[in-house]
Nanobody, 112 residues
Framework: QVQLVESGGGLVQPGGSLRLSCTAS?????MGWSRQAPGKQRELVAT???????NYAGSVRGRFTISRDNAKNTVYLQMNSLKAEDTAVYYC?????????WGQGTQVTVSS
């Protein structure tokens, strides 16, 4: 079992920035972030593996940066140039060959 603890959500104005953090209770290969806006399905935002290879949704590429500190079992999501449509609950995700784990979610609201 892997526990994921997220932090960093909040309210920000359009064009602003936020950084999300997620710490896992142990090392795991693939970590990432997904989000779910009201009335919409959960969608993948970005992933990163232990080797540092990244993958981004088209809607955030160039604005969001995912990174990780393997020594701390922590993944970060730096979100810049935020838009109202980025408003959602953001969930940390960790995956191995055997299992898929989710954090409790953190709210990100982009509004003036």
């Amino acid at each position: 079992q892997v526990q994921l603890v997220e932090s960093g959500g909040g309210l920000v104005q359009p064009g602003g920035s936020l950084r999300l953090s997620c710490t896992a209770s142990r090392s795991i290969n693939i970590m990432g972030w997904s989000r779910q806006a009201p009335g919409k399905q959960r969608e993948l935002v970005a992933t990163i593996n232990s080797g540092g290879n990244t993958n981004y949704a088209g809607s955030v590429r160039g604005r969001f940066t995912i990174s990780r500190d393997n020594a701390k079992n922590t993944v970060y999501l730096q979100m810049n140039s935020l838009k109202a449509e980025d408003t959602a609950v953001y969930y940390c995700n960790a995956r191995s060959l055997a299992a898929n784990y989710w954090g409790q979610g953190t709210q990100v609201t982009v509004s003036s």
